[in-house]
């Protein structure tokens, strides 16, 4: 099993950045594709970033494409979402979570999650 910590959620005002940390333990993750959701109050967890640990391959959703970006450190076991030019729609709590599948935006999908860190973004 893999457990799955993030952290760097906080307030930002619109425009601002911030970067997520998720930091990987418990298994190797090399083999593993590595998704950020989110969740706002009343909304379904939706998809935001996935990355193929091996070779870096990455997916975004439309909503954050061109202001997010999703990375990774193997050395350190943990991967990263770069949040920039940030809306109040952004406004949710940010989940790590990792697969051992094909990568995909699919919730279902994904075996291993974290407890969640929660954005505001202020207007």
């Known amino acids: 099993q893999v457990q799955l910590v993030e952290s760097g959620g906080g307030l930002v005002q619109a425009g601002g950045s911030l970067r997520l940390s998720c930091a990987a333990s418990g298994r190797t993750v090399s083999n593993y594709v590595m998704g950020w959701f989110r969740q706002a109050p009343g909304k379904e967890r939706e998809f935001v970033a996935a990355i193929r640990w091996s070779g870096g391959i990455t997916i975004y959703a439309d909503s954050v494409k061109g202001r997010f970006t999703i990375s990774r450190d193997n050395a350190k076991n943990t991967v990263y979402l770069q949040m920039n030019s940030l809306k109040p729609e952004d406004t949710a709590v940010y989940y790590c979570?990792?697969?051992?599948?094909?990568?995909?935006?699919?919730?279902?999908?994904?075996?291993?999650w974290g407890q969640g860190t929660q954005v505001t973004v202020s207007s």
């Open positions: 979570a990792a697969t051992v599948k094909t990568i995909t935006t699919l919730r279902a999908l994904f075996d291993y």
